[in-house]
């Protein structure tokens, strides 16, 4: 989705991410900015329609407008000198252009891998291949490319090549084994991270993570962090703390205050 906004599209950077409702009642959801055009004044942002929210987005028309649209928001990527490889998977996919193109941009080497579970959601192929030096695609069914996961195709990445940084953006159990598959040769690794998040302004504190023994916020401190570091286990589980409350907003999108012994009834099932 294209975003008209010329003041995000001046100041935002790879990495950084949007905070977006679709409409007044709606909730904030977090999106990263996937590309952007100066000169238009517009940022894209690619979504998968999962929930009530990203439904809505899906449901948009050309012309249409958003409710609120805050950003740039978080730190920039810290990208490296060298050998740079961007492993991306799912929606995570659309981060890895922005963040290639930025490496390319600093004379890099730029080895970009990108996955997802069947070839359908294989995705901008060909615009990251424009700022990789070598680009990776694995399928999960082996319908498309290398089959196997994102972290195999690193894993043999590792034993034949020096790197210098690697760059992790998608599911959180996929970051999770990108670390794990990097700190085996001490590679810098930064996992962009997705946890719930509110405000995106470090009040609320929803997105708090726990990093080195401290407590961080993603929002302010991040997304972007030291995947090894990063406890992945606690931010699994904190990931899965409004479930019930998801489940219900997709199967009640309309719900209102009169309906509230629907909510009983659905929480006592």
Known sequence: MVVKSQTIADYCKAGQFVIVMVDEKGERIPLTIADFDREKGTITIVFQEVGKTTYKLGELKAGDKLYHLAGPLG??????????????????????????????????????????RTKELIFWEDKIAEYSDELIVT??????????????????????????????????????????????????????????MVDGSGMCGSCRIRYD????????????????????????????IFKKEEDFARKYPDFGREEKEILRGFYES
Not at 78 to 97: M, N, P
């Open 213 to 240: 023994g401290e407590i961080k916020y993603a929002c302010v401190h991040g997304p972007g962090f030291d995947a090894h570091k990063v406890d992945f286990d606690d931010l699994l589980r904190r990931l899965t």
């Open 75 to 116: 730190k920039p990527f810290e990208i490296e000198k060298g050998t740079i490889v961007i492993v991306g998977g799912g929606t995570g996919i659309a981060s890895v252009y922005i963040t290639a193109k930025k490496a390319k941009e600093m004379g890099n080497e730029v080895v970009s891998i990108i996955g997802a």
């Open 139 to 196: 399928t999960d069914d082996g319908s498309y490319g290398i089959k196997g996961l994102v972290t195999h195709a690193l894993r043999d990445l590792l034993e034949r090549e020096k790197v210098d940084q690697v760059i992790t953006i998608g599911p959180t159990i996929m970051m999770k084994f990108v670390a794990k598959e990097t700190e085996k040769y001490g590679i810098r690794t930064i996992a962009s991270l997705n946890p719930i």
